[in-house]
Nanobody, 117 residues
C-alpha cells in the first residue's frame, strides 16, 4: 500500500524558510527516486526537485540555489529545505516517487505553503 504523508508547510513571509518532510512507505522509498511536486491555484502540478536513491539531485530552474532536497533512507523520509521564499512559491507541495518523467498514481494530502509579500 502506498503511503505518502507530507508535513511542514505553513505561512511565512517573503524571504523566510520552511522545511518540508514526507514520510513514505518503505516499499516506495527503497525502490524509487523521489520528488517534490507543487500545485499552485489554477495551475498544473509540476516537479520542484528530485533525488535518486544514491543522492543525485535535480531542481527546477526557478528554485535552484534556494531549495535543497534530501532523503534519509533509514527513515524512509524525504525533505525539502526551502530558503528565500517568495510569493510565487505559494502552492500545495506533494511528494511522490519519480519514475522517469512519471510518478505513482496515488498522492498524499500535500502540505500548504503560503508566502506573504
Amino acid at each position: 500500500q502506498v503511503q505518502l504523508v507530507e508535513s511542514g508547510g505553513g505561512l511565512v513571509q517573503a524571504g523566510g524558510s520552511l522545511r518540508l518532510s514526507c514520510a513514505a512507505s518503505g516499499s516506495i522509498f527503497s525502490i524509487y527516486a523521489m520528488g517534490w511536486y507543487r500545485q499552485a491555484p489554477g495551475k498544473q502540478r509540476g516537479l520542484v526537485a528530485s533525488i535518486t536513491k544514491s543522492g543525485i539531485t535535480n531542481y527546477a530552474d526557478s528554485v535552484k540555489g534556494r531549495f535543497t532536497i534530501t532523503r534519509d533512507n533509514a527513515k524512509n523520509t524525504l525533505y525539502l529545505q526551502m530558503n528565500s521564499l517568495n510569493p510565487e512559491n505559494t502552492a500545495v507541495y506533494y511528494c511522490n516517487a519519480r519514475i522517469g518523467t512519471l510518478s505513482l498514481p496515488d498522492w498524499g494530502q500535500g502540505t500548504q505553503v503560503t508566502v506573504s509579500s
